[in-house]
């Protein structure tokens, strides 16, 4: 029956997530493995603005493709994974750091979820 719906849902050895889902017709859900992206990233050739004029030079940009399937299809995915670099992250939301000499190392464990908006029927 069509209408908005709490849910809960287990994946990627034992991370549970809970959040609505928004029922208005037929929805197929599919569920993708862990540590699976639903974006690939691919090259697109564009054209180049230069002193406000739009020049013939080629230029190779990188572009995200979202995979999500067909209409009323929805791809669901939501692992967490590690991340380590040296100086200052960006956010400062850092879990934790090491010292070694001058240089500070973070540490942070972070959620790889989609889809997100309110355009999609599954919601985090």
């Not at 990188?62 to 067909?70: A, D, I, M, T, V």
Request: charged share 15%; with cysteine.
């Amino acid at each position: 029956m069509a209408d908005m719906y709490n849910r809960t849902t287990w994946q990627c050895g034992g991370l549970q997530n809970s959040g609505n889902l928004v029922v208005d017709g037929n929805i197929r859900l599919t569920f993708l493995p862990c540590a699976e992206f639903q974006c690939s990233l691919g090259f697109y050739k564009g054209d180049y603005w230069l002193t406000g004029c739009l020049n013939d030079i080629a230029v190779y940009k990188w572009e995200s493709h979202y995979l999500q399937g067909e209409p009323r299809m929805e791809k669901v995915t939501y692992w967490k994974y590690f991340v380590a670099a040296a100086n200052w992250p960006k956010n400062n939301t850092a879990d934790g750091y090491w010292n070694f000499g001058c240089v500070q190392y973070w540490w942070d464990f972070k959620t790889y979820k989609l889809p997100v908006g309110c355009n999609f029927r599954y919601q985090y």
